[in-house]
Structures are given as C-alpha cells and as structure tokens.
C-alpha cells in the first residue's frame, strides 16, 4: 500500500485501516466536487454575461459592491479555511476529540461571521439601493450566485454541527474521519469559490 | 391561510371532464383514469398475492445494483407504454384534422407533446440504460457492487420520484404546454400561468440529480473497482461507453439543474434570468439547456453503442473488430459533444462564422460514429451470424441509424438547418436517431441480458415478431415525416391546412399503430416467457456463448456476484476461460463475504421528494418545508445508523458456487444451432476442447 492514496490530507501514518478504506469514498467526493464545481463554472458564465448586458437600466455592479465588507468576508472565510486545517491534523495524529472540537468550533465561528456580513451586504443593497433581485437580469445572477455559495457555506454548517454530535457520540473512529476528511474537501472548496467570487464580482465589479 | 395552495377541486380532470364533456376533455379523463385505476389495480394484486412483504424487503430497499437496474427497467417500461400510447393519440389527431379541428383541443395537444418528450428522455431512456449499465456493467468488470449501493438506490428513489409527479400531473391540474425543452419565454409566468410548466420543473430536476449522481457512482466503480488483471483496455467496450456516459452525466446534468432552478426563480420569485423585461435574456436560457441537452444526446446514444458492440461480437462468434479504435471514438465522440450544442439554435441570431464553427464540429462527429459503424460491419466479416433477436435489431440498426446520421450531418449545415429547423423533417431526424439507435438497442439488451438477470430466456418467437411489427413501425411512421417536413410541415401543429399531407399522416399513423402493436407483442412475450420458465430455464448461466464476465456465473447471478474476485488475463475474459478450461473450476480457498445491509433510506427520500416537488408545484408551502425538514432528517439519521453491513459467511459462498457448478458438470454444453430451443440451460459447446 502506498501513502499517499489521493490527494487532500491522507491517514496513512496514523490510521491504516481507515486509509484503505479512504481512496474510494473521496476518489468519488471528488468526483462530487467536480460536479458542483460545473454549476458555479455555469453561474460565473451567466454572471458574465449578465453583469454586462443585463444591468437594464438599474444598479451596475460598480454601484453596489462595497470593498470593505468583501475584505472581511474573505479574511473571515480564509482564516475558515486555515482552521479546518488545524482540525484536520488534529483528526490525523490525535485520539482524543478535544483539539479536534475546539478548532471545528472556531471553523463554525468564522463561517457563521461570513454567513452574517455577506447577510448584512444583502440587506443592505436591497433597502439602501432598492437593488433586490428581481430589479435586473444582473442583480438576478448576482443574487443566485452568491447565494448559492451562502447556501454551500450554511450546509457546511450543519454538517459540522452534524459532526460534533458525531464526535461526542462515536468519537474519533473510522466512519467519522472519513466524514470529517470529505467535509474538510467541500470547505476548502467553498474557499475557492469565494476566491472566485471575489476576484471576478467584487474586484473587477469596482475595478475603474 | 390555504391549506392546500393554488390548488382547487376543479384542477381534477374527472371534474374538469364532468363539467366541459368536450372530446378532448373526455381523453384526458380516460387516460387519467388509467392511471387511477392501474394503481389500484396494482395496490389490490399486491395485496391479494401478500406481495407488500418481499416488495418491500427484496426489492424496495435492497441495495444490490443487479435488483436496482431490474427496477430502473420497470419503472422505464410503464413509462414506456404511456409514451407511446401518447404518440397514436397524437397522430389521430394530426391524421384527423387536416382541414378540420380534430378531436383535441391545441391545448392538450401541447401537453401531449410535452410530456411524450419529457417522458421519453427522462423517464424512458434514461432509466433505461441506467438500469442495463446497472445491472450489466459491475458484473462485466467483475465487482461485487457499485461503490456506492447506497448511493444508486437513492438515485432510482429520485428519478421515480419524478416519473410519479408525471404520472400525478395526468390527473391533478394540466401538465406544461412548452414542449421537452421548456424554452422561455413561452414557459415564463406571463404566458404559462398554471402549474403546469412547475410541473414539468420538478419532474425533471429530482431526475437530474439522480442522473449525476449515477454518473459519479459508476465512474467510481470502473476506475475503482476492477477486478484483479481488469486493465482499462481489457474492459468489454460497454465498460467503456459506460465510463464516457458516467463522465457526460458528472458535467452535463449541472446546466439542466441550473437551468430549471432559475426558471423556477424566475416564475416564484419575480427573478429575470429568462424573462423578456429588465435585463432578462432567453439566450441564457437556450445556452444551458443545450448545454445539457446536446451531451444529453450522447448520453442517451453511446450506452446503446456499447449494446451493439456486445450483441455483434457475441451473435458473429467472433471477438470485436477494432477495440481500440471504438474505445477512442468513443472518447472522441464524448469530447465533441460538448462542442456542438449552438446547433440546435443556428437560428437565433448567432453570426455566420459562429454557426459555420459549430456546424462543422458537428459534422465531426460523423467520423468516430463512421468508425463504429465500419468496426461493426467488420464484426460480422467472417463471423458466424446467429440472428437471435437482439442481431436482428442491431442490423436493422446499421441501416437505419446511417440513413439517420446522414440526415443529421444534413441539418448541420446551418443554411439547411434554416429552412427546414423547427419542421417534421428534425422530428424525424431525431426519432431516426433515437428509436433505432436507442430503444432498438434497449429492446436488444433486455433479450440479450434478461436470461442473465432473470434465470430464463424471452420467448424468441414472438421477440421476432414484436421485431417484425417494429421495424416496418418506425420506418413508416417517421420517413413520411422526412417527406412532411420538406413539405413544409412544421412541428407541434396540432391542425392542418393542407390536405396533400393526408396520405403521409396517415401512413405515419400506421407506423405508430405497428409500434404500439410491437409493444403490446413485446408484453405478450414476457407472459408468456414467465408461464414457460422452467423450459426456457438456463441455470448454468451463459445461454449466448458469451465472452465476457457477466455470464461466468449462474442466473441469476449470485447475490455477491462472484465468489472469488475473477482472474483476468485478456480481453473477452470468459470466453478465454471457457477455452482454457477454467470457466467452472472452484477457488483453493471461499471468504466472508461483506455485503451492505438493506436500507429504507432511498425509498423515503424519494417519497420525501415527490411530496416535495408536488407541493411546491401547488404553492402549498407548510408541505414543502415538512418535506425539506423531513428528506434532512432522513439524511441526517442515516448517518447515525452504524450497522450497515452484514457478513455472508465463507461456508454459505461456498455451498452456494459447489451447488453451481455440480449443476454446471451434469448441464450438457450444447452447440449454437441449438441456442434458441430448449436444450439451451445455459451451457454453452467450446468448439476445440
């Protein structure tokens, strides 16, 4: 057995049995994340198409987005992302739940911080700019786009939340791990398409 | 508050028929009346025979991909039956109302079309060969499951979640007027008010999912869970069309996904994705949909590649010409049906270099489709030809299929497709691809794999008439379209004006009739195949001289497939075995087996999500958050549940395979001139050992 199965954080040092029994399940999580990626890959193409052609006289994005709220969103869900990793290790070279908890819950924190800035810029275009979705064909996109990355960052959630009782009742065995390792994969993609978000609506939205 | 949404009492047909008796009416009464009363005739048969039991613990939640394909092919044969009776209803009506209204009202005729469309795709041929790579594919490869069991059932709870909104939308409220596609802005509120068009939303988007997720299962289990010496290039190639369809549905089904959620947001939420105010672009719509729907097409046509590819090499005797050369044009196929899809909209504005780019990677796809059809021919070369049913299909597919394509390489040239997009002549076209390039092949699967699944061969007798009533079926109900659409014939008309198109109506009418002929005789051959099992019988598994690992074991298969993960050293694995000698031999040693546990998980999320889609078509909101909370917490206590497997012991493997191959040893082998009469129990004569 090598070990090194498949790429993300492998087991193979601490927990052979698991590992083995890891390369399928997140071969095909993988597959899964491919496959959720195609739909925001589709979203971002609409978005492109709409943000230009689809303002009909409303708010353009130049109008709406605001560079500040961005940053902390992004610094909150990156640092999100860097947690999970410390759980990861946790999950790796530990027996014992406590560090594993601890850093899950900051994760569930700093997710829960983004939810409510991203919430809070919602609010806020819709009754200080009047800019609600069904105003244009962009704010449509733009809507559907962010908040579909806001409902995969709320399922994250409830997955956590899932897998701390998880850890209380089971502790830190086979099944479990290999739940927590597939969860740490859509985390970190989520981060990814924030980046995307970022770079490609917020950025280049106010870009001059 | 409503209690039951936007919903009224006068939204049930018998009502609607009780109060507007009109013809058109009274049909859609009649049909669904058929639906209520084949329910109840259904729920009464189980319960009388006291089926509900092993209904529900053998099949309902079993987990075994050879029971889950069985029931995907169930459920696409109801579906199957109310599609074509669909189709005769509908040419009554276009053979009747040449100059005259017919019996159906443009409205119903609009539904009709609708849902033949939807159905045959989506709950036809999807189901269709998602059943037979299910069922076919693990065994080829020789795995012992999917790699994710769980995972199929819940994809089949879906995809018949969505087939039951079809079947509930003939008798609760009228079903979308928008055709298969559901273009906007047709299907936007303004102009299709009702329900019908969420309908149609929420049939197909529970579908959809179910599909990518079966793509994702069976791409795992091709790269995963091979057997030992099962290299790529040693699979059967419809492993191969397997693992590019799985890898369609993984990228393709997204679009259609994204593309009904924003038309759903679009007619509940006042968004404008599709809408023509406010930015809104119907473009968006048309480039998602096509998106899906052209790798759809290869989706739908290259499961069926792999069908023929077996059926010509097992019936010629001979190992298939050109395997490498049909691996890649099958992945050559797969690529450029992702670079296609503008073609089904030359006409919507587009610059000229644009569509001629487009026309000419469609045209592309004619070479590797070429490739195939010459590999097949040269199959046969030399071979020795048995034509059984499912080669009396696939040469009639070799003739028919290119006179299809050719017509499609026609309709690629964007000036051509100007004239003639949108008339009978593409409805031909598409029918010429898809019946006997798809369902033929489907209908050549299932007797060819059935003996397989169900221990005992169809009755070829009448499987070769249901061929003979089929085969001239299609030809004259479509090729009178070719003609009809030169003419001038446009699709979707429910009236016409010009009584030269007689003739041509009617001769299709016959062909539909010769069809549902065919169907009906296909019925009467399972009957009649089920009364005379014990003669048809063949236990010892491999009743076609089969070459590759699905017929190595009994039929019905074991359980857990193969006792021992098999030993391959070559192409045409079994064949090879057969020739060596090795094909009933028992292991040194037999193992535990480890098999998932049953699990009611799948069936109730489906049923979670037909409530669900029923009640968010109907507005009834209080359901549709109880159905949303409810599918969640099925999810969620899954996830709970820790005793998921059990252990068949070694000892029971190995009573089980000695009993087989005891059976196997006294079962005479039997040449292939006796292949179609009752010696046949499974054992096939090796010339030369």
Known sequence: MTDHHHPGLNLGHTDRSTHAAAEEMIFGFWIFLMSDMVLFALLFATYAAMSVHGVAGGPAPADLFELKSALYQTLLLLTSSFTFGMASLALKYRKDTGRLLFWMGVTFLLGAGFLVLEARDWVKMVTEHNAPPQRSGFLSIYYLLTGTHFAHVSAGMIWMAVMAVQLAVFGNDGPVKLRLMRLALFWHMLDVVWIGIFTFVILLGVAP | ?689
Request: proline share 6%; charged share 10%.
């Open chain 2, 1 to 689: 508050m409503n209690w039951l949404g936007i919903l009224e009492w006068h939204d049930i047909v018998f009502l609607r028929a009780w109060q507007h008796p009109s013809s058109s009416e009274l049909v859609a009464a009649g049909a669904g009346g058929i639906v209520v009363l084949g329910a109840l005739a259904a729920l009464l048969l189980i319960t009388a025979k006291h089926w509900w039991r092993p209904l529900w613990r053998d099949w309902l939640t079993s987990l075994d991909h050879k029971k889950i394909g069985i029931m995907y092919i169930v459920l696409a044969t109801v579906m199957l039956a109310r599609g074509i009776i669909e189709a005769n209803v509908m040419r009554l009506q276009q053979l009747l109302a040449v100059d005259a209204p017919g019996y159906l009202s443009h409205e119903h005729f609009a539904q009709l079309f609708s849902t033949h469309g939807t159905i045959m795709i989506f709950f036809v041929a999807m189901p269709l060969l998602t059943g037979i790579i299910n069922f076919v594919m693990p065994l080829q490869i020789g795995a012992r499951d999917v790699s994710f069991p769980l995972l199929n059932a819940v994809s089949l709870a879906l995809t018949a979640a969505g087939a039951a909104l079809l079947m509930v939308s003939l008798v609760i409220g009228k079903f979308s007027t928008g055709g298969w596609s559901g273009y906007p802005s047709f299907t936007e509120k303004p102009f299709s008010p009702g329900a019908g068009v969420d309908y149609w939303i929420w049939a197909l988007t529970p579908a959809s999912i179910g599909s990518t997720l079966t793509g994702l299962n069976f791409a795992v289990t091709i790269y995963k869970q091979r057997a030992p010496g099962m290299d790529l290039f040693r699979m059967p190639l419809f492993c191969w069309v397997s693992l590019c369809t799985s890898i369609l549905m993984i990228f393709a089904m997204a679009p259609l996904t994204l593309a009904t959620l924003m038309l759903a947001l679009d007619r509940y939420a006042g968004f404008h994705f599709f809408t023509n105010a406010a930015g809104g672009d119907v473009m968006n719509y048309a480039n998602l949909f096509w998106l899906f729907g052209h790798p759809e097409v290869y989706i739908l046509i290259l499961p069926a590649f792999g069908i023929w590819s077996e059926v010509f090499s097992t019936f010629s005797g001979k190992t298939l010409y050109g395997y490498t050369s049909l691996v890649y044009a099958t992945m050559a196929i797969a690529v450029l049906s992702f670079t296609v899809w503008l073609h089904h909209f030359f006409t919507m504005g587009q610059s000229a270099d644009v569509n001629a780019a487009f026309g000419m990677a469609t045209m592309l796809i004619g070479v590797p489709t070429g490739v195939k059809v010459y590999d097949w021919l040269l199959t046969m070369v030399f071979g020795r030809i048995r034509f059984r049913v499912p080669m009396l299909y696939a040469n009639y597919f070799l003739l028919t299929f290119v006179l299809g394509g050719v017509t499609g390489v026609l309709l690629a040239n964007p000036g051509v497709d100007f004239s003639v997009h949108n008339s009978l002549f593409l409805v031909a076209h598409f029918h010429n691809m898809l019946i006997p390039g798809t369902l033929f092949a489907m209908f050549a699967g299932f007797h060819f794999w059935f003996p397989k699944a169900m221990g005992f061969r169809l009755h070829e007798g009448l499987g070769q008439l249901a061929f003979w009533l089929l085969a001239p079926g299609f030809l004259l109900a479509f090729f009178p379209l070719y003609a009809l659409g030169l003419m001038g014939g446009m699709r979707r008309m429910a009236v016409w004006s010009d009584p030269s198109f007689t003739p041509w109506l009617a001769a299709a009418m016959l062909g539909a009739m010769l069809i549902l002929a065919g169907l009906c005789v296909l019925a009467l051959q399972l009957v009649v195949s089920i009364r005379q099992r014990e003669a048809l019988a063949v236990p010892v598994g491999d009743p076609w001289d089969g070459r590759s690992l699905e017929w190595a074991g009994p039929a019905p298969p074991f359980e857990w497939n193969f006792p021992v993960p098999p030993e391959v050293r070559s192409r045409d694995a079994f064949n090879d075995m057969k020739r060596d000698g090795r094909a009933h031999s028992a292991p040194e040693r037999y193992h535990d087996i480890v098999m998932p546990k049953n699990s009611a998980v799948a069936p109730l999320l489906g049923l979670g999500a037909a409530i669900c889609g029923f009640a968010v078509t109907w507005h009834i909101w209080w359901l549709t958050i109880a159905s949303l909370l409810g599918l969640m917490a099925v999810t969620v206590a899954r996830s709970f549940v820790t005793n998921v497997e059990k252990t068949i012991p070694a000892d029971e493997v190995e009573r089980m395979h000695r009993a087989w191959l005891d059976r196997a040893s006294a079962t005479p082998a039997i040449p292939r001139r006796l292949e179609a009469t009752t010696d046949n129990r499974g054992k096939a004569e090796v010339p030369g050992t």
